[in-house]
């Protein structure tokens, strides 16, 4: 089976091998940063997995009328990152684009300190263009298409788990965004937490 993972923002996405291999060990995995290329080149993906960010890019791709003929995870999704858009954000406006300004300054340091409100590991992921262009779609307010398809449900062939203690996502405002997507306890913003429910609870066996 063929898997393609697109990560989440400031983490490489070969960092997520192991645990996806742990969870998939007889896949074919390919691992991508969310850019905007991401989604280009699916070929014969069977399951298609967005964490975060990389979640994010397959909803607002979705929106704009793509489909996926895979399995689609994804894995902390949410429609609009800022808490001002009443979406499931808890990270506020100002935050993140205060981030993006320490970014261009100091990206080891602006790293290291997203790290660690999110409860991540890592380093400098990938490259800083799509770090700053990722920013910029964390600061966005959902457009109406994308509002539109997270409340009419998510397709049949898509599943979505978030973690109710995620310290960066409401599980319960997420979940009333995206129709469909499922809580699980005792799960924060991790890969490592989600991957593992996320499959179990898909329509595909691990």
Not at 106 to 112: G, I, N, T
Not at 133 to 141: K, T
């Amino acid at each position: 089976m063929s898997v393609i993972w697109i990560s989440g923002w400031g983490v490489a996405p070969e960092g997520l091998r192991p645990a996806a291999t742990r969870a998939l060990p007889n896949a074919e995995h390919l691992f991508r940063p969310p850019a905007p290329e991401a989604l280009t080149n699916l070929g014969g993906c069977k399951l298609l997995v967005g964490w975060s960010l990389g979640a994010w890019h397959i909803l607002n791709a979705a929106a704009q009328g793509m489909r996926f003929d895979g399995q689609v995870l994804l894995l902390a999704p949410f429609i609009a990152f800022c808490s001002e858009h009443n979406s499931g954000g808890r990270c506020s406006l100002t935050q993140v684009r205060w981030l993006r300004r320490w970014l261009q300054r100091d990206p080891e340091a602006a790293l290291k300190d997203f790290y660690a409100r999110a409860g991540l590991d890592g380093g400098m992921p990938y490259a800083a263009e799509h770090l700053l262009e990722g920013l910029d779609r964390l600061a966005e307010e959902a457009s109406p298409a994308l509002q539109a398809f997270g409340r009419r449900g998510l397709p049949v062939n898509w599943s979505a788990v978030v973690g109710d203690r995620d310290p960066v996502l409401d599980a319960a405002a997420i979940c009333q965004a995206i129709q469909g997507c499922k809580i699980f306890p005792g799960a924060r913003h991790r890969f490592e937490d989600l991957i593992g429910p996320g499959l179990e609870g898909a329509s595909y066996a691990i």
